[in-house]
């Protein structure tokens, strides 16, 4: 029974929200630091891109996973550039981000593989079974000690919430803000790279699937905390296995519940959990702003 | 955040559609003989599946028939209009939309550029200058239906669906009537990735999905869902079961756990037609392509050659006799709407 439990809910849970929870990490600390961060959805696309690539390169899926965060990160530095160094605007920058991340996987993969956006299949030697679950819970473990417990978690808190008390202890704002962009672009790649090498086994085309902004969403209703948007996370990897479960499921007798009520699911559950059970959520006071 | 997800996804498409439209205007050769425009849906010619096979129609024309060819591939279903019109505006011989999303844009364009003919897959557009051509998917999946059933030995089989859209669902229903011939206890699971474009487009949801099917015992899943296919390939290799792919032979993606595959030849009608074309024998309105003219059909070669008995075979060609005698009536999704 609790064996059958485990199997049919627990983990399948836990597979769905993975690349969640690695993005919302990476978008956490970045927003944190106190820059906006929307770019997440393009950064997953690259990551899962370059990981597909990577993988059956090597025959190391280790690697490839590495190797997607790698190029979340490098995408990354192109938003840092924009935002931190030329001061533009977040929000208009992260959408360009993602338009262009976009357009980078037909870009790579016609000139690689002459098609356009999806990669060869991996072979199933070189595949994941169950690693990226074990390392997503190291992840989320030393993402929240880090947070709570580190100087280095502190001052990139600092930066976003009073970057003026962090300037006058003598600490470069700019540096930590850096840190937390390029952690969201690793974090980020690293999810793209579980959803292409450990929950299927190519690329497809925009295979993100809206994901990205998904794990925004989760940060926002963590209130900005790793635990609570971890949680966020499982809760939409939860609702998205209701909505597979449901599906012609026959509910009182009668005719089996249309498949587009059980759609909506996720998104009404969380309608309903951000006006009931979070009450208000509180942004770092230093976000988006750059002075 | 949804809306921003939206509003941006727009964005992207917008600035991509402009630039494959300049593409498409940039690179048409000066002098060719026949040009034929090809405009893909967004999962492309890579899907593996049903637009893989109108690719390969164009390109063994290209070689056969010496004809020029371009191929785009919209970004989104707000493109198809734009895509065909710039074939029209450059005099393309013939233009070839693939997909019933395309339905609207085809009719309009057609209205628009009344001397320009049209090709039209999965759609009908009911106008003088094009050609529509429709498939029997109900016939198809009821073969492959047939096949599931004879190999569930627990009487359980599933089936998962891309886009929740009539269409899909006339795959389900001749795919369930085709297993309750052979028996008539089977139980069918079904589900659907979703009810927008990304359900195309989405493996390791399906991945889950097939997981789930399996799990709960069914021993064949019949998958019509695009690239996201692939995820239920992924599935039934991890699961040691078997799945059914469709449009395309895509018995070669995982080779001993793919049982068979439902064929659409879009291959053959786009070939077909640009050869009557070249002939000066080409004839719009609505051209049907069912068991009979194996315009669907199951997949047989060397990948799936030791999963298919002769004794499956022998089974499967006489349902396919009947049906073409009207022996068998296989209940068809869009007549079954109609009456509702």
């Given at each position: 029974m609790l064996e059958a439990f485990f199997s049919s809910w627990v983990l399948p849970t836990l597979r769905v929200s993975t690349p969640l929870i690695f993005a919302a990490l990476g978008g956490l600390w970045c927003e944190r630091s106190g820059v906006v961060q929307i770019g997440l959805e393009g950064f997953m696309l690259v990551g899962a891109f370059f990981a597909a690539v990577a993988t059956p390169y090597f025959s190391n899926p280790y690697l490839g996973l590495f190797i997607g965060g790698l190029a979340g990160m490098i995408l990354s530095l192109l938003y840092g550039v924009t935002v931190?160094?030329?001061?533009?605007?977040q929000i208009v920058s992260g959408t360009a981000i993602n338009l262009f991340a976009l357009g980078i996987p037909p870009f790579l993969s016609k000139i690689w593989f002459d098609s356009t956006g999806s990669t060869p299949p991996i072979p199933s030697e070189s595949?994941?079974?169950?690693?990226p679950l074990v390392i997503m819970v190291f992840t989320v473990v030393g993402s929240a000690l880090i947070y709570h417990y580190s100087k280095i978690g502190m001052r990139l808190r600092f930066a976003g919430e009073h970057p003026k008390a962090l300037e006058s202890a003598g600490v470069s704002v700019s540096w930590k803000r850096w840190q937390g962009v390029m952690m969201s672009g690793f974090l980020s790649g690293i999810a793209g790279g579980t959803l292409s090498t450990y929950l299927s086994s190519s690329f497809t085309r925009n295979m993100s699937a809206g994901r990205g902004f998904i794990a925004l969403a989760a940060v926002i209703l963590g209130k900005w905390k790793p635990i609570p948007t971890v949680l966020a996370c499982i809760l939409f990897g939860l609702t998205e296995q209701l909505q597979i479960r449901l599906q012609g499921v026959v509910l009182w007798g009668v005719e089996p519940v249309p498949v587009q009520w059980i759609q909506i699911l996720p998104y009404l559950i969380t309608l309903l959990v951000l006006a009931f059970a979070v009450g208000r959520s509180f942004a770092p006071k230093g976000l988006g702003q750059i002075e | 955040m949804k809306s921003n997800s939206i509003s941006s996804l727009r964005f992207g498409t917008v600035g991509f559609a402009s630039v494959l439209i300049l593409s498409v205007l940039a690179s048409v050769p000066a002098f060719a003989e026949l040009k034929i425009g090809l405009v893909l849906e967004r999962s492309g010619k890579d899907d593996k599946s049903f637009n893989a096979s109108a690719y390969q129609g164009v390109k063994r024309a290209e070689k056969e028939l010496g004809v020029t060819t371009k191929t785009v591939e919209a970004p989104d279903n707000s493109a198809y209009e734009s895509l065909q019109r710039a074939f029209a505006e450059k005099k393309f011989d013939l233009i070839i939309a693939v997909g019933f999303h395309q339905l609207e844009a085809v009719k309009k364009n057609a209205a628009r550029f009344p001397d320009q003919k049209f090709l039209l897959v999965?759609?009908?557009?009911?106008?003088?200058n094009v050609r529509s051509v429709m498939f029997e998917e109900h016939e198809g999946s009821y073969l492959v239906g047939a096949l599931a059933a004879l190999h569930a030995k627990g009487g359980k089989i599933g089936f998962i669906g891309g886009m929740d859209v009539p269409l899909i669902r006339r795959f389900e229903m001749g795919y369930v009537a085709g297993a309750k011939k052979i028996n008539p206890k089977a139980e069918v699971f079904s589900n659907y990735l979703?009810?927008?474009?990304e359900a195309w487009n989405n493996p390791p949801k399906a991945k889950e999905l097939a997981l789930d099917q399996y799990t709960r015992g069914a021993e064949v899943i019949f998958v019509a869902a695009g690239n996201s296919g692939l995820g239920v390939f992924d599935a039934a290799a991890e699961k040691q079961k078997l799945a059914i792919g469709v449009?395309?032979?895509?018995?070669?993606?995982k080779p001993g756990f793919i049982l068979s595959s439902m064929l659409k030849r879009v291959d053959e009608s786009v070939f077909d037609s640009i050869k009557m074309f070249k002939d000066g024998k080409f004839t719009t309105g609505l051209i049907r392509y069912g068991v009979k003219s194996k315009g669907v059909d199951y997949a047989l070669d060397e990948n799936n050659a030791k999963l298919v008995t002769a004794a499956d075979k022998k089974t499967l060609e006489e349902l396919r006799a009947d049906i073409i005698k009207g022996k068998i009536k296989v209940p068809d999704y869009y007549l079954v709407q109609k009456r509702k």
């Open positions: 931190l160094k030329l001061r533009a605007n595949q994941f079974h169950s690693a | 999965d759609e009908d557009a009911k106008a003088p979703g009810v927008t474009g449009d395309s032979n895509q018995n070669w993606i």
